[in-house]
Nanobody, 124 residues
Framework: QVTLVESGGGLVQTGGSLRLSCAASGLTFSRYAAGWFRQAPGKEREIVAAISWSGGRTFSPDSVKGRFTISRDNAKNTVFLQMNSLKPEDTAVYYC?????????????????WGQGTQVTVSS
């Protein structure tokens, strides 16, 4: 059984930082691309960052570029999201996901497995 478990969410003030972790089990994680997504109330789920299986390719949208950094440790089956300079509009449930193909990393539909999510709240 494949499981992805996010941790590290919480409440932080504007300008603060959080580091999210996603621990994977039940799959050969080093063969999967990974992504972080977020979903705010009333909004669609959107990509926050993605990373190829080797870590050699990353993607992030303009909304978080320069503030969020994705990384992974395949030896520990874990992917991370370092979030700096947080803004109230970053408030959402953050999900990690894994996909085998490694194509179209920004696209939600490409992902095979999802975690349950962790809440991030940024107060103004």
């Amino acid at each position: 059984q494949v499981t992805l478990v996010e941790s590290g969410g919480g409440l932080v003030q504007t300008g603060g930082s959080l580091r999210l972790s996603c621990a994977a089990s039940g799959l050969t994680f080093s063969r999967y691309a990974a992504g972080w997504f977020r979903q705010a109330p009333g909004k669609e789920r959107e990509i926050v960052a993605a990373i190829s299986w080797s870590g050699g390719r990353t993607f992030s949208p303009d909304s978080v570029k320069g503030r969020f950094t994705i990384s992974r440790d395949n030896a520990k089956n874990t992917v991370f999201l370092q979030m700096n300079s947080l803004k109230p509009e970053d408030t959402a449930v953050y999900y990690c996901a894994a996909q085998y193909s490694g194509y179209d990393m920004p696209k939600t539909a490409r992902y095979d497995y999802w975690g349950q999510g962790t809440q991030v709240t940024v107060s103004s």
